[in-house]
């Protein structure tokens, strides 16, 4: 592969996984279409990436939040790298930036700017995040995964364009699955999940409401959860002295799309990449956002989905082991509820998100070339 790409893109993504599943997604509907994307993330992207065809890098950025000494260093740090990523620009010339957010993108957004490197923003919540709202004037548009996307700009809002949230290919492949069979005689199988780092108020509630159930009831049950490692321990032990034999618990799922496909109910936090593989997939939830999530961005993910009846959410202060109870109760009963929100998620899945995103930035990509010919004529015509 040569130092130089005629066909380069660089994708800047912070390190975890909200972020670059949707950036992994999109790198790899480009290669298909020709493209060679270089990312260029932080440290915390390890794991993530094992993508073949694409270049990395990796900046050893300072976090912003702390402190004022820390804030005043994390600048420093991101305009030295800034520098670095000016040379690789200068090196690889690409053709485009797409940003998914993070404080880990500003190096390049920057140097995009100063080389006048078209930008596309892309934001998977439904709050525009800081780095994406303080770039939004640079970009030459701003991709999201919902119609209505607060804080942008009155003056951006033109440059706004609704392409979904790019998901993993396995979970494309799942796309709208029928909703499993459930019987009398077969389990109502719940999956359990906290995000990329689990979430500790899961492992805490939901096994003290299924504690809450009647025996009968427990032994109706199926559980896969997701935990944080120094939960998983807690959380198995709380199962086996209630009897629960049919649970299996896991700090990382490589098989999470058939862990979604399986479920009956997903309870989870909501984040945006859990509420597009539920709306891709089609899957009935109990939704439970992330209190310190900034801008409550979290709790705002769920407003198209609870306007059409496609999940139920509890807030942290109402998710209460006698509350969970109670909807696990009526769900043993009648899964008719679990299918009505399934069905309902499902219609605003966009499984082509990154498609539609690819889509975006060869449009961008064609019209600076246009502009870009045009000047070289102009130029020449003097």
Same mark, same amino acid.
Request: net charge neutral; with cysteine.
């Given at each position: 592969?040569? !130092? ?14 909200g ?10 509907? $480009? $290669? ?12 915390? *992207?390890?794991g ?39 040379g690789?620009?200068k ?17 390049? $957004?920057?140097?995009a ?9 892309? @934001?998977?919540?439904?709050v ?9 004037g ?38 709208? &699955? ?10 109502? *199988? %719940? ?10 108020? %899961? ?47 896991? !700090? ?25 593989? %539920?709306? +891709?997939?089609?899957?009935?939830s109990?939704? +439970? ?15 198209? %989905? ?26 043993i009963?009648?899964?008719d ?7 309902n ?18 449009t961008i990509?064609?019209? &600076?070339? @246009?502009?870009?010919n ?9």
């Open positions: 592969m040569s !130092d130089v790409q005629e066909k380069t893109v660089f994708l800047a993504s912070g390190g975890t996984g972020h670059m599943f949707p950036a992994k997604a999109l790198a790899q509907e $480009l $290669l298909k279409r020709g493209y060679e994307p270089h990312f260029i993330t932080d440290k915390r *992207h390890t993530w990436l094992d993508l073949e065809g694409s270049q990395l890098t990796t900046l050893d950025i300072v976090s912003p939040a702390g402190s004022i000494f820390k804030k005043f260093f994390s600048m420093g740090s991101m305009l030295r790298y800034a520098c670095t990523v000016n690789l620009m090196r690889y010339k690409p053709q485009a930036v797409i940003a998914f957010g993070g404080y880990p993108c500003i190096p390049t $957004l920057l140097a700017v100063w080389r006048g490197v078209p930008i596309i923003l892309h @934001e998977q919540n439904a525009l995040g800081r780095v994406n709202k303080l770039f939004a640079n970009a030459d548009a701003i991709a999201t995964a919902y119609k209505h996307v607060k804080h942008v700009p009155e003056a951006q809002k033109d440059d706004v364009v609704l392409v979904g949230n790019p998901v993993r290919q396995a979970i494309k492949e799942c796309a709208k &699955s029928a909703f499993p069979k459930h019987k009398k005689d077969t389990r109502l *199988h %719940l999956f359990v999940i906290g995000g990329s780092q689990g979430a500790t108020i %899961l492992s805490n509630v939901v096994p003290k409401a299924i504690a809450q159930l009647d025996e009968s009831q427990r032994q109706n049950i199926a559980i896969t959860q997701q935990c944080r490692p120094s939960d998983i321990e807690q959380v198995t032990q709380a199962y086996k002295a209630i009897g629960i034999n049919d649970a299996v618990i896991k !700090d990382f799922f490589d098989d999470v799309q058939d862990c979604f496909k399986n479920a009956h109910i997903v309870i989870g936090r909501a984040g945006a990449s859990t509420i597009a593989e %539920l709306t +891709v997939i089609g899957r009935a109990l939704l +439970v956002p992330f209190k310190k999530a900034k801008d409550n961005h979290q709790f705002h993910n769920t407003e198209d %989905l609870r306007k059409a009846n496609g999940t139920v959410v509890l807030e942290e202060e109402e998710f209460t082991p006698s509350k969970l109870a109670e909807h696990i109760q009526t769900w009963q009648s899964t509820e679990l299918k009505t929100l399934a069905g998620a499902a219609s605003l899945g966009i499984v082509n998100a990154d498609e539609q995103l690819a889509d975006l930035v060869q990509i064609n019209a &600076s070339d @246009e502009e870009n045009h000047d070289d004529n102009s130029s020449r015509a003097a």
